[in-house]
């Protein structure tokens, strides 16, 4: 595969996969017939073992990095511990993850909170703990990149440009994307991004995770651990997104549209290398349907 083209993606979304959309018949704001394609949902649970854990509405690709990335985010996979298989069974709409350790997780189900987020966006009483610690390395960006970036990503055939009602995130490095996965909740494509790092022995420490949804506390908290510095979005923030970006040394940038974007954490980390005026303005045919702003 040749690395030099930046549209040459090591996995790229396939809108045309059977499966994954439905034609459905029904009619415009004038009464005109039409007819559309619209994203399927179907629900996946994932065992750690022999506890199950939680159900997710996804789209159902990926599944094996879907759950791998799920309970490595909500700091159920430690570091060292070894994964000894993942196990889809398409029939149960079931993933199960085996590790070499026990699996005594039923306190933090307990506690579990719903957030902001779409789809199955939980956090754990202590998906927290170790944000103190976490200091990210202070990687630059060159705006050029974000340019390049959000270009090529905004270009590339997707669930996301075809149907809508989805979500995309990207992990790049500088200004080449690498890996693009998508799912009806934001939170479920960047834990299939953080299950592929986990599946290919992948570090974040140069890399740059692109997302087109809100950049909540909850996706600041899992690029964090996933050990990415650099955190882009088409969409806006949440406070405490910010707060937590801050602190732990995250360069957080948000509308990023065109030639546009707003830095609202590691803005001494911006090389502004790429004259604004210069950038050609985003096409209007290339606007995200159904974007969760």
Known sequence: MGRDDPHQFLIAPDPARAGLTR???GVDEAGVRQTIQVVEERPLTIFLNGQEIV???????????LALGFLRNQ??????ETVKGVDFDEELETVVVRTDGATTYEEKLKKKTRTSGCAVGTVFGDMMEGLEELTLPEAPVRTSWLYALAKTINTTPSLYLEAGAIHGTVLCEKDRPLVYME????????????????SEGVGGADKILYTTGRLTSEMVIKCAHM????LVSRSGFTAWGVDIARQVGLTLIGRMRGNRFTCLA??????????????KAEDRKHGRKGEDT
């Open 23 to 25: 034609t459905v018949d």
């Open 55 to 65: 159900t997710a509405m996804t789209i159902g690709d990926f599944p094996e990095y």
């Open 75 to 80: 700091g159920m996979l430690r570091d060292g």
């Open 183 to 198: 799912d009806v909740g934001r939170h479920n494509a960047v834990d299939k991004i953080a299950g592929w790092m986990l």
């Open 227 to 230: 050990g990415i510095p650099v």
């Open 266 to 279: 590691g803005e001494d980390r911006l090389i502004r290398d790429a004259d604004p005026a210069h950038v």
